[in-house]
């Protein structure tokens, strides 16, 4: 009976992504409600940016309804629940969680709209922190790393709230290809569905499938939709922000229950689910350390993601997300296999040096790429035409900015470089 409850959610919520996800490209068009492509975005034509309208509403009407269908089941002995005490907490828990991504879903809907600067969208990230943290979903298992199991409550809040920020901030920042943000997704919550439903908690399993089958439909029209015809959308910051946050929810939830005597859950399952996230985590991770190497603003966009190497290595938008995908799932398949013959401190060890070694072998890509076609690229990932190619040694030695506006800078050899140095030493003292 839970499979049928499971498969009877997959379908309202995929029902309501071919319904409503249509209906928001249609009224993009009337209002002109575009996302138009300018030079740190490789998408061409106007294409819209509010797919993420659709995930919220439609992940909390379909969680409704099957949480009441899963109560009437239950009243008539057809299904079973967890004990009174615990069933009441995960209420209390669920309301807050959607209030938490209410807050998310309303600021991302604002940046779509109009823009909305980056210490607002934290704040509101705090927030939502706050709120789903009063249930007491916070960090509460190391599952071995570094030898560590059982943490401090204290601890477990702390890292709770870098948890549920870093990984809500990037999913945003991994959505920069068709396909990719949500694809990516689309994987972890599928693996989320699979642990949940082995241990038997029927709500969180719920939880995955209200998502899960919008997001189908707005990865076919991500991915395959034609700009020209007007059927192709991006979900928006409305939509990264809201995925990230249940993403990091669904997370914290299955560390609650390793190991705990309620179910049969294990390190297994957390090192299989967990493994899905690890792209965009090391991705931010990478870019973010670059910044801050490069004394540049952390929070401040550039094109060094994964997605923006990949294309300057010479590799199309649809290859560029299968490639990501693909590493992935291996990933995931990896570190499954591996999690039941060593700890989580050394798979963490081994995903750092394969996630390492393919950077390496991509930026040498990269740069015969470059070389080959007379490009470049500055600190900021900015990619640019070289008119005289012996100056492209002295692009390879050293970090520059232009200091003409990219759109200039993209013009044959209409480029003017500093290094970053020499521009910091002609900066006037405040």
Same mark, same amino acid.
């Given at each position: ?41 490789? *998408? ?44 009441? *907490?995960? *209420? ?64 477990? !809040? ?32 599928? %693996? ?37 015809? &007007? ?47 690890? !792209? ?24 060094? +993601? ?6 300057? %290595?010479?590799?199309?938008? #649809? ?28 798979? !963490?060890?081994?995903? !750092? ?20 076609? +007379? #490009?470049? +690229?500055?600190?900021? &990932? ?8 012996? *100056? ?17 800078? %993209? ?7 500093? %290094? ?11």
């Amino acid at each position: 009976m839970q499979f049928l409850v499971i498969i009877f959610a997959l379908a309202i919520s995929a029902l309501l992504g071919l319904v409503i996800i249509p209906r928001i490209m249609i009224i993009s068009k009337k209002k002109n409600l575009y996302d138009s492509p300018n030079v740190r975005k490789i *998408h061409n034509g106007k294409i819209s940016r509010l797919g993420g309208v659709s995930f919220f509403p439609n992940s909390l009407i379909t969680l409704s309804i099957t949480l009441a269908l899963t109560f009437w089941l239950y009243q008539d002995g057809l299904i079973s629940l967890p004990a009174r005490a615990d069933a009441t *907490h995960t *209420h209390i828990e669920f309301l807050l969680m959607c209030a938490s991504m209410s807050l998310l879903f309303l600021v991302g809907l604002a940046d779509d709209l109009v823009g909305v600067r980056y210490r607002i969208k934290f704040i509101f990230q705090i927030v939502s922190c706050i709120l789903i943290m009063t249930a007491g979903v916070r960090i509460t298992d190391f599952c071995g790393l570094m030898g560590v199991h059982s943490i401090p409550s204290w601890l477990g !809040i702390g890292l709770s709230f870098f948890v549920i920020i870093f990984l809500t901030n990037s999913i945003n920042l991994i959505d920069g290809v068709d396909g990719l943000a949500s694809g990516l997704a689309i994987i972890s919550l599928l %693996a989320f569905l699979l642990v949940f439903t082995k241990g038997g908690l029927l709500y969180y399993s719920e939880c995955c499938v209200a998502l899960l089958g919008t997001l189908a439909v707005f990865w076919l029209y991500n991915t395959f939709g034609d700009s020209a015809k &007007g059927n192709k959308i991006f979900m928006g910051d409305s939509g990264s922000l809201s995925l990230g946050f249940i993403l990091s929810y669904l997370l914290i939830k299955l560390d609650q229950n390793v190991g705990s005597p309620k179910n049969p859950l294990g390190y297994e399952e957390f090192v299989l689910a967990a493994s899905t996230l690890l !792209i965009p985590v090391f991705d931010a991770l990478r870019v973010s350390g670059l910044r801050v190497l490069n004394r540049r603003n952390p929070f401040l966009p550039d094109k060094n +993601h994964i997605h923006h190497r990949l294309n300057r %290595a010479g590799m199309r938008k #649809m290859e560029v997300m299968v490639s990501i995908i693909i590493f992935d799932i291996f990933f995931m398949a990896m570190n499954y296999s591996l999690a039941f013959f060593i700890n989580v401190t050394w798979i !963490i060890l081994i995903d !750092i040096l394969a996630w390492t070694l393919a950077h390496k072998m991509l930026s040498r890509r990269m740069k015969a790429y470059e070389v080959k076609n +007379h #490009m470049a +690229h500055d600190i900021a &990932g900015n990619q640019f035409a070289i008119k005289n190619p012996a *100056h492209y040694g002295m692009c390879l030695e050293s970090n520059f900015i232009v200091t003409k506006t990219p759109e200039e800078s %993209a013009l044959l050899g209409n480029y003017e470089i500093h %290094a970053l140095e020499d521009l910091e030493d002609t900066t006037p003292s405040s």
